[in-house]
């Protein structure tokens, strides 16, 4: 029947676009006219709304997978920054570190050269260190009690240490002290630039 056909094309438009009720109506109407009955009026229109159901999950399901899609995209570009940002401050911060630990060494070294200008083999030989004096700046330098080392070395007795032989070891324990104080200082600097990275990671270390 033209009718029918016409109809029914009517209502699949309307189903598929979703206008529920109007396609209601529209069954509704057919029924009132004796176009078809009560009974095919019901089961094709619950087969109709199962149908736009699943056809409304469908399209749930795949708007979750774009967002989920979205969000990984976003969170991978975010550790892609951080990643960057970090290996950024790193490289700053070894930039100033290293120049700085070069010219504590290269301070160093220049002080132990001078060393023979300024402590002469005379001077070496008018000075005696005993062994009070070289035990005191042992327990300076690594913290532990002056304590005797043996009972047949009296504090006044000689040492065997040479004058110029002491300042070298004063000017290497200066630069170990300043290298480590460097070291710690870049550290720090290097902690508060992995924070700030991760934090902003739009942002330049």
Same mark, same amino acid.
């Given at each position: 029947?033209?009718?029918?056909?016409?109809?029914? %094309?009517?209502?699949?438009?309307?189903?598929?676009?979703?206008? /529920?009720?109007?396609?209601?109506?529209?069954?509704?109407?057919?029924?009132?006219?004796?176009?078809? $009955?009560?009974?095919?009026?019901?089961? %094709?229109?619950?087969?109709?709304?199962?149908?736009?159901?699943?056809?409304?999950?469908?399209?749930?399901?795949?708007?979750?997978?774009?967002?989920?899609?979205?969000?990984?995209?976003?969170?991978?570009?975010?550790?892609?920054?951080?990643?960057?940002?970090? !290996?950024?401050?790193?490289?700053?911060?070894?930039?100033?570190?290293?120049?700085? /630990?070069?010219?504590?060494?290269?301070?160093?070294?220049?002080?132990?050269?001078?060393?023979?200008?300024?402590?002469?083999?005379?001077?070496?030989?008018?000075?005696?260190?005993?062994?009070?004096?070289?035990?005191?700046?042992?327990?300076?330098?690594?913290?532990?009690?002056?304590?005797?080392?043996?009972?047949?070395?009296?504090?006044?007795?000689?040492? $065997?240490?040479?004058?110029?032989?002491? !300042?070298?070891?004063?000017?290497?324990?200066?630069?170990?002290?300043?290298?480590?104080?460097?070291?710690?200082?870049?550290?720090?600097?290097?902690?508060?630039?992995?924070?700030?990275?991760?934090?902003?990671?739009?942002?330049?270390?």
């Amino acid at each position: 029947m033209p009718v029918l056909a016409a109809a029914w %094309t009517a209502l699949c438009a309307a189903l598929k676009s979703f206008r /529920i009720t109007a396609a209601a109506l529209l069954y509704a109407g057919l029924v009132l006219g004796g176009v078809v $009955g009560t009974e095919v009026f019901e089961r %094709t229109f619950r087969f109709n709304l199962l149908f736009i159901h699943i056809e409304g999950l469908g399209a749930q399901l795949a708007d979750l997978k774009a967002k989920d899609a979205q969000a990984l995209k976003a969170a991978q570009a975010h550790v892609a920054a951080v990643a960057s940002a970090q !290996v950024q401050a790193t490289a700053n911060v070894m930039a100033a570190y290293t120049p700085t /630990i070069a010219a504590i060494a290269a301070k160093a070294q220049t002080l132990t050269q001078e060393i023979p200008a300024h402590v002469t083999p005379k001077d070496d030989a008018d000075c005696t260190l005993n062994v009070g004096a070289v035990r005191l700046l042992d327990a300076a330098a690594s913290g532990l009690p002056a304590l005797p080392d043996a009972p047949s070395r009296p504090d006044d007795a000689p040492s $065997g240490l040479a004058l110029s032989g002491l !300042v070298a070891t004063d000017v290497a324990n200066d630069e170990a002290a300043a290298a480590n104080a460097e070291q710690l200082s870049a550290l720090q600097a290097w902690v508060r630039a992995q924070a700030a990275a991760a934090a902003t990671p739009g942002a330049k270390p």
